[in-house]
């Protein structure tokens, strides 16, 4: 991408809060939105700005998957565009900066629990499905996806 007018920074998980809501979670208040982990030293949250505006965010846990224990497993939540952002782009932008911050910190699984929907966007990153397809409450059908790094 060549596009000039965006770049991506580190943001507060506060700061990721608005587009968790209207992008992924309308249903439920400010309150549920804060996600375990949030802030917690090792976790970290990108915003991605385009026009000088917040467009798309992503965040990322030192977190196993359930039935797993290790220190060097990293989780995505929260990732989203703005409806008038997509296509351009930028979720792909975001998924480089969390592996390339993952890697930096010598991670060896990135996992996340994607909707269905958005399976083949991970895919393009080589995350595979694991397990079966869940519905968590009002949320749709979601699937475990990971790679080792």
């Not at 587009?19 to 990108?46: K, W």
Request: proline share 3%; glycine share 10%; hydrophobic share 35%.
């Amino acid at each position: 991408m060549n596009n000039k007018e965006f770049y991506i920074k580190k943001i507060s998980a506060d700061d990721t809060r608005h587009l968790r809501q209207i992008i992924l979670r309308p249903h439920q208040t400010a309150n549920e939105l804060v996600y375990p982990g949030d802030d917690d030293s090792d976790s970290v949250h990108f915003g991605l700005y385009f026009e000088n505006k917040l467009c798309g965010i992503a965040s990322v846990y030192r977190q196993s998957p359930a039935g797993e224990n290790s220190t060097a497993s990293w989780r995505l939540r929260g990732m989203a565009t703005t409806e008038e952002t997509r296509g351009m782009g930028f979720g792909k932008e975001l998924m480089k900066e969390c592996l390339n911050f993952v890697r930096s910190k010598n991670g060896e699984k990135f996992w996340c629990t994607a909707r269905t929907t958005a399976e083949g966007f991970y895919e393009l990153f080589g995350l595979k499905r694991h397990g079966d397809v869940f519905t968590p409450e009002g949320l749709g059908e979601h699937v475990i996806m990971s790679i080792k790094l």
